[in-house]
């Protein structure tokens, strides 16, 4: 069993930046897959970033290549997700998921086993 706690959410202007973090507790945090997801009002949970378990492979959603950094600090047992230029659209609920085995999958919501409660990211113009 995972235990997930996302924090770092808050209300940030347009182009701003935030800084999510997730803590792990349970089993062995170096040995699972972590990604981020969000989930806007009205609209589906979508992938947004993902990390390998050696922290060297990433992924993440064209909509946010090139602002957003998924980053693992195993010691800590904690995921990073940075976030800037952020845009309106990012408002959302932002969750951190696990898994112990991960192929191209990733950003399928389903291949996730844990979850976070959630962490509220609103982004005002």
């Known amino acids: 069993q995972v235990q997930l706690v996302e924090s770092g959410g808050g209300l940030v202007q347009a182009g701003g930046s935030l800084r999510l973090s997730c803590a792990a507790s349970?089993?062995?945090?170096?040995?699972?897959?972590m990604g981020w997801f969000r989930q806007a009002p009205g609209k589906e949970r979508e992938f947004v970033a993902g990390i390998n378990r050696s922290g060297g492979i990433t992924y993440y959603a064209d909509s946010v290549k090139g602002r957003f950094t998924i980053s693992r600090e195993d010691a800590k047992n904690t995921v990073y997700l940075e976030m800037n230029s952020l845009k309106p659209e990012a408002t959302a609920v932002y969750y951190c998921?696990?898994?112990?085995?991960?192929?191209?999958?990733?950003?399928?919501?389903?291949?996730?086993?844990?979850w976070g409660q959630g962490t509220q990211v609103t982004v005002s113009s």
């Open positions: 998921a696990s898994a112990p085995l991960m192929g191209h999958s990733y950003a399928n919501y389903r291949a996730y086993n844990y």
């Open positions: 349970g089993r062995t945090f170096s040995g699972y897959f």
